[in-house]
Nanobody, 122 residues
Framework: VQLQASGGGLVQAGGSLRLTCAAS????????MGWFRRAPGTEREFVAG????????LSSDSVKGRFTISRDNAENTVYLQMNRLKPEDTAIYYC????????????????WGRGTKVTVSS
């Protein structure tokens, strides 16, 4: 499956963005989907994940209550709604997929898309 993230940009602190991950090649209904991010000089960080049918989601403590992951299997698309953005959310965000249940370690994911850059100004 090929993944393409979009929707990043520059936003002021407190603002919102919605990232979109468009998949192609295979139906995402067979995959647990998620988002990771990497800020300059840091390791990849798990942001959120969603199960195959969307019935279960997992979020990191740093974004819980502010970010929401969702999926539309019919449209082969995954979303990350980001509200109340903070400067520390600045990073490149990557859409990921894996066969099976969602996990929070980057090495567990088989497919990575090109990232989309999010910059939050203070």
């Amino acid at each position: 499956v090929q993944l393409q993230a979009s929707g990043g940009g520059l936003v002021q602190a407190g603002g919102s963005l919605r990232l979109t991950c468009a998949a192609s090649g295979r139906s995402i209904s067979n995959y647990g989907m998620g988002w990771f991010r990497r800020a300059p000089g840091t390791e990849r960080e798990f942001v959120a994940g969603i199960s195959l049918t969307g019935g279960y989601t997992l979020s990191s403590d740093s974004v819980k209550g502010r970010f929401t992951i969702s999926r539309d299997n019919a449209e082969n698309t995954v979303y990350l709604q980001m509200n109340r953005l903070k400067p520390e959310d600045t990073a490149i965000y990557y859409c990921v997929a894996r066969n099976g249940r969602i996990l929070s370690q980057p090495d567990e994911y088989d497919y990575w898309g090109r990232g989309t850059k999010v910059t939050v100004s203070s």
